[in-house]
């Protein structure tokens, strides 16, 4: 069974750029999360989707990111405009149901933003 | 106050010995705890689970919850230096919306 994909793998873009992240999930599982973890920190939940429906969005900074799961199955993530503060490795997960207690992650997108 | 507190660490212990790992967590009525793992550079992975008091083994590792306590332990028996990574304790509080602590770093001395 594949795991969780995401690309890119690494990103450096300038302050006040923009930048897309893109996640794939493991096959069948209707939830998907996206977490931002910024060094030495746990990761920190952003946005949850339940199959194209949003779940939880209460600590996504909507003035700069948003998110879609538009066929419920892939997800983006996009930052405009960037800030120094963005920097941080941000982590797509999957479960195959809202109370799934296993969650996988996939192996995360570093951004450093200059 | 942070939903889930852990011992900042880092924690050194030498090859074969116990290494204790502690958590805290403020929502009195969470019902499921997590123990991840977190290798350098990479993404969490789902070590154990744990959901009612007391403890719960699987090879060398072993979970200790104590809900009248709000504390959560990880043991790992026979630290081998692969143990050496970060370890993230994780609690559902009484939502849906799983919380995580910062982490414990170990590093398993040859």
């Known amino acids: 069974e594949a795991g969780v994909a995401q690309s890119p793998r690494y990103k450096i873009i300038e302050k006040r750029q923009s930048v897309a992240f893109w996640c794939n999930p493991i096959?069948?599982?209707?939830?998907l999360y996206w977490y931002q973890q910024i060094l030495g920190q746990g990761p920190k939940l952003l946005i949850q989707?339940?199959?194209?429906?949003?779940?939880?969005d209460s600590q996504l900074p909507k003035d700069r990111f948003s998110a879609e799961r538009l066929k419920g199955v892939d997800s983006t993530l996009k930052i405009q405009p960037a800030k120094l503060e963005d920097s941080a490795v941000y982590l797509c997960?999957?479960?195959?149901?809202?109370?799934?207690?296993?969650?996988?992650f996939g192996p995360g997108t570093r951004l450093l933003v200059l | 106050q942070k939903e889930v507190e852990q011992n900042s660490g880092p924690l050194s212990v030498p090859e074969g010995a116990i290494a204790s790992l502690n958590c805290t967590y403020s929502?009195?009525?969470?019902?499921?705890f997590f123990w991840y793992r977190q290798y350098s550079g990479k993404s969490p992975e789902l070590i154990m689970s744990?959901?009612?008091?007391g403890d719960k083994e699987d090879g060398r590792f072993t979970a200790q919850l104590n809900k009248a306590s709000q504390y959560v332990s990880l043991l790992i028996r026979d630290s081998q230096p692969s143990d050496s990574a970060t370890y993230l304790c994780?609690?559902?509080?009484?939502?849906?919306?799983?919380?995580f602590g910062a982490g414990t770093t170990v590093t398993v001395r040859a």
């Open positions: 997960a999957s479960s195959s149901s809202t109370g799934g207690e296993t969650q996988y």
């Open positions: 929502d009195r009525v969470s019902q499921s």
């Open positions: 096959s069948g599982h209707a939830t």
């Open positions: 744990i959901y009612s008091n």
């Open positions: 989707f339940q199959n194209n429906g949003v779940v939880d």
């Open positions: 994780a609690v559902r509080p009484s939502d849906y919306k799983l919380s």
